[in-house]
């Protein structure tokens, strides 16, 4: 889509002369983007260049990868790229077949020849399965498909049965669609039908019930089933089909931290009264709550990141009486939780190492620990299929280290004291470099307010600690997200093979202390996460690992926007800077593509006392006239409309305006993701790290 026409310049702001590249495909601004694609391509490639890119393809398009999959009734689903099927496949196989040398699986659906055959360039985007009844098949399902690899898809209603499409079944055109199951016939639905429709932050306000044969005008005339006000984040309605814990729920997303829960009873929607920052999970009879900040209820107060539990009905009959379940150490941090039939899987970090918990509710919740979780690595546990009848305490472990290729791993829960199937392997990765010549190890910086920050380095055995090891240092620090290690076939070849050395940073605004490490680089304290960084950098310059000329940095996204603050903020620390899909105009970005729904991360640019604390990490208006500033490569996709391509543009731009050497790229499709098949992964990867590969040693 166009970028609505800019609004003008604030009068007391110097004139952004460059926002005629917010016209997203606009003649001139694409004119702008080939030009400067053209120019990168002539600067990077070249044999060397194309050999490594080749070597990353391999990787990418390896048959001996893992096929991972999900289970819906007696299938295990998997969807699948190589060389041979770039756009993908969708396909199932059964159990028996899957854990066979060469499965033998059941095409549902070839994107390749969908997209020729509707000469489109459709990209895959999952799949929403109806819950048959029980004793049936599974049979009908929404496929999502993207025209451009961004976050807005295309659902058609699938037939699993005849394998095709459903002839004047449910179809509904490419939006940033929200969609719930309700029977055969029903679908809860929220998109975009017109007129308020859409909130500021571009996701459905409101859902309504869509009825097969009814057309979307139909649906827009309809009442809203539920709907928030326009200045929100999204609401949507959701139906639960687990048979005797059949109910409705609503959500109101306030913005990214804050929403509320609602649950159908009758015809009202009853409110789940708990604190807007609380994350609101059922399961069955259950009602789990993760508070994000202290909660005091009934005169308890109940820790950020603790996880609480309390029978639903109870607690809409008004009890409090909630017990702790989980409470983490200053160390640890609690990231996801899953439920099989009887017992509840807890995936922990603790110095951002996991560690997992089974815990028994039919034994007041006791918690033992599964033996699967070596140091440094990142291990993940999850139920296969609850509702299965004969397996419903199964559950996958899938394990990961920077060194360690993926393994997948079955085992099932049974009560304490009882034997059951121990964790067995089912699948393990290839190694693609040679491991045994590298080391992963943890270390700590001191950071601006004395934080100890940790991170990971992996590097040569026989590291010599002189300063002159190029160093790729990566990282993220924002939305509670938690950078943890994992095996990269690509990283290996195209950084670790060469002779460098790789760097994970787990900085504030992360997850991987829990809520409060995210917390603590919010809004005005954002200046925490960049300091975190910069103190890992000197950290790394201290150690002797890589002196600044020899260290690089990477990050996309809200990772783009950490980088660009290292190239305007701390441009003495680093020989080299890639930054991807990144924030870096934050004047404009609430104004830009998805932009509205992040204020409660960064906070808004249009209040003058939040401006005066957003302007000092905002990359655009950060640039001067007279620095050194590193090596530059920024790289964005036209079709990404999440953070969309424009902030990128006008930041090489005013680059370029002032003598300051950039590479750009702009990948034509791949949404956020700057690619959409293993193809442009490949490309996209190998030409971030060869250029701070030849920045590092002097080859630019």
Not at 138 to 162: K, W
Not at 271 to 289: A, G, K, N, T, Y
Request: proline fraction near 6%; aromatic fraction near 10%; charged fraction near 20%.
């Amino acid at each position: 889509m166009t970028e609505a026409a800019p609004s003008p310049t604030r009068a007391h702001e110097p004139a952004d002369e460059f926002l005629w590249l917010e016209d997203i495909h606009g003649e001139d601004a694409m004119n702008w983007v080939r030009e400067h694609n053209a120019s990168t391509d002539a600067a990077l490639v070249n044999p060397a260049y194309s050999a490594l890119e080749a070597r990353v393809l391999e990787v990418l398009d390896s048959a001996d990868r893992i096929p991972m999959v999900s289970k819906r009734g007696d299938w295990y689903y998997n969807f699948w790229r190589d060389e041979a099927n770039p756009r993908g496949l969708w396909r199932r196989t059964s159990w028996e077949s899957y854990l066979s040398d060469a499965p033998e699986w059941d095409v549902l659906l070839d994107v390749d020849a969908l997209s020729s055959a509707e000469d489109a360039q459709w990209l895959w985007a999952g799949a929403a399965f109806l819950r048959p009844a029980p004793g049936e098949e599974y049979r009908h399902a929404m496929v999502a498909l993207s025209p451009d690899g961004g976050d807005a898809v295309a659902y058609r209603e699938f037939d699993l049965a005849t394998r095709t499409f459903v002839a004047g079944g449910f179809e509904l055109p490419a939006a940033k669609t929200r969609l719930s199951w309700v029977d055969a016939d029903t679908l809860y639905l929220g998109t975009d039908t017109g007129a308020d429709s859409m909130t500021a932050s571009s996701y459905p306000a409101a859902a309504r019930v869509l009825r097969r044969g009814e057309s979307l005008a139909q649906l827009a005339a309809k009442e809203p089933l539920f709907a928030v006000p326009l200045d929100h984040l999204s609401g949507g309605v959701s139906h639960s089909s687990t048979p005797g814990f059949e109910r409705d729920l609503a959500y109101d997303a306030l913005d990214f931290y804050n929403s509320r829960s609602y649950l159908r009873v009758d015809e009202d929607w009853v409110h789940i009264d708990v604190p807007d920052d609380m994350s609101v999970s059922l399961h069955h009879e259950w009602l789990l709550l993760r508070p994000r900040t202290d909660w005091t209820i009934s005169g308890t107060v109940y820790g950020a990141g603790t996880l609480l539990a309390i029978e639903l009905d109870a607690f809409m009959a008004g009890s409090r009486s909630l017990t702790t379940i989980f409470a983490p150490s200053a160390a640890q941090s609690l990231q996801s939780w899953s439920w099989t039939r009887d017992f509840l899987l807890l995936n922990l970090l603790s110095d951002v190492s996991s560690k997992i918990l089974v815990l028994d509710p039919a034994a007041d919740w006791a918690a033992s620990e599964v033996d699967a979780c070596p140091p440094l690595h990142s291990v993940d546990a999850f139920a296969v299929d609850d509702e299965d009848p004969d397996a419903g305490n199964d559950y996958w472990l899938v394990a990961s280290g920077f060194l360690t290729p993926t393994t997948v791993l079955r085992g099932t829960l049974t009560p304490r004291g009882t034997p059951g199937a121990a964790a067995a392997l089912v699948r393990e990765a290839p190694s693609f470099f040679t491991a045994e010549n590298y080391r992963v190890e943890q270390h700590f910086a001191t950071s601006a307010d004395g934080t100890r920050v940790p991170y990971f380095q992996v590097g040569p055995k026989d590291l010599k600690l002189d300063g002159a090891n190029p160093t790729l240092l990566s990282g993220y620090g924002g939305f509670e997200v938690s950078l943890t290690p994992t095996y990269s076939g690509s990283v290996g070849r195209t950084w670790l093979e060469r002779g460098g050395v790789y760097v994970v940073a787990n900085i504030r605004g992360g997850g991987e202390y829990g809520p409060s490490w995210h917390t603590a680089a919010l809004q005005e304290n954002r200046h925490r996460a960049y300091e975190d960084f910069a103190a890992v950098a000197r950290d790394l310059s201290a150690r002797g690992v890589a002196d600044p000329t020899h260290l690089g940095c990477t990050g996309g996204s809200n990772g783009g926007l950490l980088v660009g603050n290292m190239l305007t903020q701390y441009p003495e620390l680093f020989g080299a800077i890639s930054c991807g899909v990144p924030l870096l105009d934050m004047r404009r970005y609430t104004k830009l593509s998805a932009g509205a729904s992040w204020m409660a991360e960064y906070g808004d640019p249009d209040v003058p006392e939040q401006w005066d604390f957003i302007k000092n990490f905002s990359p655009y208006h950060l640039l001067r006239a007279g620095v050194k500033y590193p090596a530059t490569f920024i790289w964005t996709a036209t079709s990404d409309d999440r953070v969309g391509p424009v902030q990128a543009r006008k930041m090489a731009a005013q680059m370029e305006s002032m003598g300051i050497p950039v590479w750009f790229h702009e990948a034509l499709e791949g949404g956020h993701a700057g690619a959409g098949n293993n193809e442009q992964a490949a490309r996209l990867h190998a030409a971030s790290h060869e250029f701070l590969w030849r920045a590092l040693n002097g080859q630019l």
